[in-house]
């Protein structure tokens, strides 16, 4: 999945690999090894980095309404992840199926994320981690506000009908780049 | 009453290392900290500390997480509650250490002492 190309215009996103399955464990933790590798000479970038993509993925593979079955009794969700970066930023974009209601109640949340500032968002963060753990969630329910305050820019959603049950949920995040050299690398 | 040990362990998920000594009261968690049953790894601590809360020995806590996932804060949270009865009781001396230059991680510190109103040392290095 990796692969190099010079020819792209410097000031344009260049894309560092994209992936599209069921978000197992192994995937995620591999695509996270690869983050600390790639990253290793930026470390500031590599924890922010690694933090919201574990974030990104266990979102996608918790609640994508669609899934694979990997191994026995192992269901994981269905999402697609491309990470990319220019001079100034890392692009982290992350999208699974989601259904209408969920579509609809991510919206709200992201517009409402967006409207705070770091403190609020803080003390939001806090609101909704003091709220006892749901029966259905395995997660905290509040990753998308730690990554959020993790990349300290706006999260740019985008939802695509898909037939009459269900959208194509995708977020885009956007990190500077702690250090300017990276680019160089690959 | 026995010691609370657990090996810190890297592969697909990270596991922090735990030391509980229940003889010195001297307790840490260090490393970094995204589980398959956080839960269940969190409720393992905290029945130990409210094991040895009945003891009513003095207690030193040490947090030295260089990452946790949002699922692991809630852990981490219900550790701090806890410690805080301490603080009301027979004592506890807790202390935050984090990277100096890692402000996300002194942030998050700091998000904890807001919540539970714990005396916490932050400590960089």
């Known amino acids: 999945m990796l692969f190099e190309d010079t020819s792209i215009a410097y000031n344009q996103p260049q894309e560092v690999f994209s992936y599209n399955g069921p978000m197992s464990h192994t995937i995620i933790s591999e695509l996270g090894d690869f983050i600390k590798v790639w990253l290793s000479d930026d470390e500031k970038s590599s924890k922010k980095v690694f933090a919201i993509l574990i974030e990104l993925l266990q979102n996608a593979s918790y609640y994508s309404k669609s899934s694979i079955t990997v191994h026995e009794n192992q269901e994981h969700g269905v999402g697609r992840f491309i990470l990319s970066h220019d001079q100034d930023f890392f692009y982290m974009e992350c999208g699974n199926l989601v259904s209408t209601s969920t579509a609809s109640k991510l919206d709200q949340a992201i517009e409402h994320i967006n409207s705070l500032d770091h403190q609020a968002l803080r003390k939001y963060k806090r609101e909704q981690r003091d709220k006892p753990r749901e029966e259905e969630s395995k997660g905290a329910g509040i990753g998308l506000i730690q990554v959020a305050l993790l990349s300290s820019n706006p999260l740019q959603a985008s939802f695509t009908p898909k037939g009459n049950e269900y959208f194509f949920y995708s977020n885009t995040i956007r990190i500077n780049k702690q250090k300017a050299n990276t680019l160089e690398k690959i | 009453m026995d010691n609370l040990i657990i090996e810190e362990e890297r592969d697909v998920f990270f596991i922090p290392s735990v030391k509980f000594d229940a003889s010195t009261g001297v307790c840490e968690i260090a490393g970094e900290s995204y589980l398959e049953d956080t839960v269940n790894f969190y409720k393992k601590l905290l029945s130990w ?56 991680n002194l942030e998050e510190a700091e998000d904890f002492i807001a919540d539970t109103g714990l005396k916490m040392n932050l400590i960089s290095y």
């Open chain 2, 49 to 104: 500390l409210k094991e040895y809360k009945d003891l009513k020995k003095p207690l030193t806590f040490n947090f030295k997480l260089t990452y946790f996932n949002t699922s692991s804060s809630k852990g981490i949270l219900d550790i701090m509650k806890l410690l805080k009865e301490f603080q009301n009781g027979t004592g506890a001396t807790v202390s935050w250490h984090y990277p100096e230059d890692d402000e996300d």
